[in-house]
């Protein structure tokens, strides 16, 4: 039988701080409860009764958040409550899959329901998508990478559902690494100015700076930095920029990447492509939870 300390060790090797991760299913918890009691549950069901839950795909998806929908029923009651894990985190699933079950109070199982399919539910939609992403481009030797542009105070399990579904992390902090872009190099009077007060007062950074033309892109180029961000290059351009490059540094498209065009932006050569609608657009994958009266 799984407990929070399982769950704990569990998130630790996933390198997800298990601290934090519980505070975000407490508040997530909080929002349905506010310090009461569901009153539905409470009003229709005794409250001796026993059931399962099963959580249930109810369309095909990767699957991510697993230890996250656990930790939510072990959460929400200090009663006895049996969770199983039928799925890992990461695995691609079809439509009527079981992932979770779990055995307890039913009115504990419903009252903790709705916040572990809205953990579930979202991160294995941007797992999936990721995913997607990925498979598209699998003929290149492109990386999918994410961005910063995620659900403020979830950042951290939305860039772990990236990682489930095969994609890259950029930056997860603006204190990671050093990412010089357009408004840094207007701030600082030009592109090479910028490249050296970066190296001056942080030399042990990895740097990166965005470009938003080819002349712009040479001038990266000269002052040696170690990863240039192409920012809205059409296809032409990035092409250009890849011959130019002579694998001197580390090419990073971004900016008006879909998914019809993402095989021949890839195809280019760049190492990665950037993708923002992973965290900030993922559809949520459809999970409902199927309940079962064991007495």
């Given at each position: ?47 001796t009764?026993?059931?399962?839950l099963d ?18 029923f072990?959460?929400i ?32 199982l ?40 995620t ?36 701030a600082?009077?030009?592109?090479k100015n910028?490249?050296d ?18 002349t ?19 296809i ?24 019809e ?25 459809d ?9």
């Amino acid at each position: 039988m799984l407990t929070i300390e399982d769950i704990y060790r569990n998130l630790l090797k996933k390198q997800l701080e298990p601290e934090l991760i519980q505070a975000l299913v407490d508040l997530a918890i909080s929002e349905d409860l506010v310090g009461g009691e569901d009153l539905t549950s409470l009003a229709t069901i005794p409250e001796t009764q026993i059931s399962y839950l099963d959580l249930v795909t109810r369309k095909a998806g990767v699957i991510s958040g697993i230890d996250i929908a656990s930790l939510v029923f072990l959460s929400i009651t200090n009663k006895n409550i049996e969770v199983k894990q039928c799925v890992s985190d990461g695995l691609k699933v079809e439509a009527n899959t079981c992932v979770l079950t779990v055995k307890g109070s039913t009115v504990d199982l419903l009252s903790a329901e709705r916040t572990a399919l809205n953990f579930l539910g979202h991160l294995s939609g941007i797992s999936t998508l990721t995913n997607k992403w990925v498979t598209e481009i699998s003929g290149s030797k492109a990386k999918i990478r994410d961005t910063r542009k995620t659900t403020p105070g979830l950042r951290v399990l939305e860039k772990y559902a990236v990682r489930a579904g095969g994609g890259l992390n950029h930056r997860m902090t603006l204190n990671d690494q050093v990412l010089i872009k357009d408004n840094h190099i207007v701030a600082s009077n030009g592109i090479k100015n910028a490249i050296d007060k970066t190296r001056d007062k942080y030399p042990e950074l990895t740097m990166e700076i965005e470009v938003d033309n080819l002349t712009q892109f040479k001038e990266a180029l000269e002052n040696k930095a170690e990863f240039i961000l192409l920012d809205n290059f059409d296809i032409k351009d990035i092409e250009q920029a890849v011959k130019l490059n002579n694998s001197q540094a580390k090419l990073e498209a971004s900016g008006g990447i879909t998914i019809e065009n993402a095989a021949k932006i890839a195809a280019t050569g760049v190492d990665f492509l950037a993708v923002g609608s992973l965290t900030h657009s993922a559809p949520v994958l459809d999970i409902g939870g199927d309940l079962r009266t064991a007495q």
